[in-house]
């Protein structure tokens, strides 16, 4: 297992230098693109920091940047993930949306001390949503500080809803004391993704077999002519 940094973006810099094909060229699910986003002081790059380097750290510049690259084995397989740490959020407008089309998977953190965090993840998930409509990305929605539970300001309730609305994967994590459940978020969503990729290139070695193609453009032409038929019975009525 291997990470190596690969710096911060400019203050003011909302989209990330192009540090992956952004056309999304994976190797076969060699590479996957992480986007991490949250609202400042829910934990956002303490949780990635815990992921990559196993340590805590409970201070740092939430204004900075960070992209890395992380190399690490996946059901056997060597996998590389480019993980965006992105400044925290305020608002809406601070998420970038060419960030959002480069990501194969975003992870939307919230505190579950933080009410106001999670109304922000809320409009950040329909927001990605919106972005990528034709897409369907594995999007991971994360209550970090459970070490807190007892200051929990989002119901249960409330979070099975949200999730089962935008076929979210739910994790609870604590940065500071459950790093395991930190991994977990990472390596379910990877996993996600390489499941989503196999199933692309398996439906377009479908698509291209000479048989298949030929058997869709008969269907084609005879919906056409089924629609001629209709437009001209419609026009003669």
């Not at 199933?199 to 377009?204: Q, S, V, Y």
Request: net charge neutral.
């Amino acid at each position: 297992m291997s990470l190596e940094y690969l710096g911060e973006s400019k203050s003011g810099q909302r989209s990330p230098k192009p540090l992956v094909d952004t056309k999304h060229s994976h190797n076969n699910g060699k590479e996957v693109n992480f986007l991490v986003l949250g609202k400042h002081s829910v934990g956002k790059t303490a949780l990635t920091v815990r992921y990559l380097t196993k340590r805590f750290i409970g201070d740092y510049n939430s204004e900075q940047e960070m992209l890395y690259s992380h190399c690490t084995v996946l059901d056997g397989k060597h996998v590389t993930l480019h993980i965006i740490d992105t400044r925290g959020q305020d608002k809406l407008e601070d998420v970038s949306e060419d960030q959002v089309r480069w990501a194969d998977s975003v992870i939307v953190v919230f505190a579950i001390n933080d009410k106001d965090s999670f109304e922000l993840a809320r409009s950040i998930v329909e927001y990605i949503h919106n972005v990528r409509e034709n897409t369907n990305i594995p999007v991971g929605l994360v209550a970090n500080k459970s070490d807190l539970i007892d200051r929990n300001d989002v119901s249960d309730t409330e979070l099975t809803r949200f999730c089962a609305e935008f076929n979210l994967y739910f994790f609870e994590t604590s940065a500071s004391e459950a790093r395991h459940s930190v991994i977990e978020v990472f390596t379910v969503l990877a996993r996600q993704v390489r499941i989503m990729i196999k199933k692309r290139e398996k439906l377009t070695r479908f698509m291209s077999n000479p048989a298949v193609a030929a058997k869709l453009q008969i269907q084609q032409s005879f919906r056409n002519l089924a629609e001629r038929a209709w437009r001209s019975r419609t026009s003669t009525l």
